[in-house]
């Protein structure tokens, strides 16, 4: 049996340079599968898989948000945690020029451009995480604080 390629991703490579410690986890990637096929493939809660989802402001100043797979969320409530009029989740055109990762494969780690990040706060209650590794079926395992460690992300309470 051949012995599967990992990609090496400006996210693997960005987590390396500050010596993260993480596992990678990868899975058969299904077109809109989304945390519900990788949580069953991988055999974790899907709780505990975190999306990556870029959104933009009412200025169209992009951010990403870091919210738990079985949750969603509220843009109203982000909106008003902000202080802007609306946020809206970016086309996945103008999600892949900010960040360099196509949809499916974003990660919050080695992002083509510098993004504000907001993180769900709950997250940080979880004693691990798998998170994308910025490939579509590739995740990092890690401990929570690692990724607040090098993404310093702002904790908000938005999940619906």
């Given amino acids: 049996m051949a012995k599967e390629k990992i990609p090496t991703t400006p996210a693997i490579l960005a987590l390396k340079a500050q010596n993260a410690v993480f596992t990678l986890q990868s899975y058969k990637y299904e077109e809109k599968g989304g945390t519900k096929v990788s949580s069953a493939k991988l055999g974790v809660a899907e709780h ?8 933009e402001d009412d200025s169209a100043k992009p951010l990403i948000i870091l919210m738990h797979g079985d949750k969603e969320v509220s843009t109203k409530a982000l909106a008003r945690t902000l202080g802007v009029k609306s946020i809206t989740p970016c086309k996945p055109e103008i999600a892949h020029k900010h960040t360099g ?3 499916g494969g974003t990660s919050p780690f ?18 691990e995480i798998l ?8 995740l990092a395992k890690m401990r929570p604080s690692e990724l607040i460690r090098i993404l310093a992300p702002l904790e908000v309470s938005v999940s619906i």
């Fill in 110 to 127: 080695g992002t083509r451009k510098p993004l504000r990040i907001y993180m769900e706060k709950t997250i940080a209650d979880l004693p």
């Fill in 48 to 55: 505990c898989v975190i999306k990556t989802l870029v959104m």
């Fill in 101 to 103: 990762y196509m949809v």
């Fill in 131 to 138: 998170i994308n590794a910025g490939s579509r079926g590739l």
